[in-house]
């Protein structure tokens, strides 16, 4: 089944304690990106890879990294996870990347609930 | 910035027709999106408009001014199962990105 995948789904955790959330896709898409989604705010882009290690920052990338070392995966990593990256985190990935007017869908992952204490 | 803008909540009698519109900034604009969002869940694509006009699919249409900066999402016969946020997305060229807008919340009572 074509699909986004994310681990964890829930996380709880503390305030400067390094994490990883996976992101992983098995439809040879080549861009894919991070968004997190708040109240009232919206879905909001933190990264974004164009193909394997192409990365580039979105609308909101402080306090996260990314790496795209492999076509499948897109890790977000936050080294020191504090109280306001507290959030609902989707990973999404399209065939190609946005732009020139075409049509390319992105497919969500089910999102990883984060809180930071 | 995008600006793109919605209305933050509507509610409906099943069996109604809904109109949710969005409001964008004109400049550099490359296609529109309208993306379907169940509480808690991933967002699902339902349309895609880049020239004027309605797009329909099944009770869903979509439709787009590019010159005003507008489009909405009609949903017709309205079920119960349409509760949802209804979120619109706009690529800008140059733009490897797209921009949402806050998103419209629907609630459908029967």
């Known amino acids: 089944e074509a699909q986004v995948t994310q681990n964890p789904r829930y996380l709880i955790t503390v305030t400067g304690k390094k994490l990883t959330v996976t992101c992983s896709q098995n439809?040879?898409?080549?861009?894919m990106s991070w968004y997190r989604q708040d109240p009232g705010l919206g879905l909001r882009q933190i990264y974004y890879s164009m193909n394997v290690e192409v990365t580039d920052k979105g609308d909101v990338p402080e306090g996260y990294k990314v790496s795209r070392k492999e076509k499948r995966n897109f890790p977000l990593i936050l080294e020191s996870p504090s109280p306001n990256q507290t959030s609902l985190y989707f990973c999404?990935?399209?065939?190609?990347?946005?732009?020139?007017?075409?049509?390319?869908?992105?497919?969500f992952g089910p999102g990883t609930r984060l809180l930071v204490l | 910035g995008q600006n793109i803008d919605q209305p933050t909540e509507m509610t409906a009698t099943e069996g109604a027709i809904v109109q949710i519109n969005c409001t964008y900034q004109t400049s550099g604009f490359n296609g529109l999106f309208w993306y379907q969002q169940h509480a808690g869940e991933a967002p699902t694509f339902l349309s895609y408009n880049v020239l004027d006009g309605l797009e329909e699919k099944g009770r869903f249409s979509s439709f787009l001014s590019r010159s005003k900066g507008y489009s909405y999402l009609l949903l017709k016969e309205l079920q119960m199962k349409d509760s949802a946020s209804y979120l619109c997305?706009?690529?800008?060229?140059?733009?490897?990105?797209?921009?949402f807008g806050a998103g419209t919340t629907v609630t459908v009572r029967a």
């Open positions: 439809m040879n898409h080549e861009y």
């Open positions: 999404a990935s399209s065939l190609y990347s946005m732009g020139g007017g075409k049509q390319e869908t992105q497919y």
């Open positions: 997305a706009v690529n800008y060229s140059n733009d490897y990105k797209l921009s």
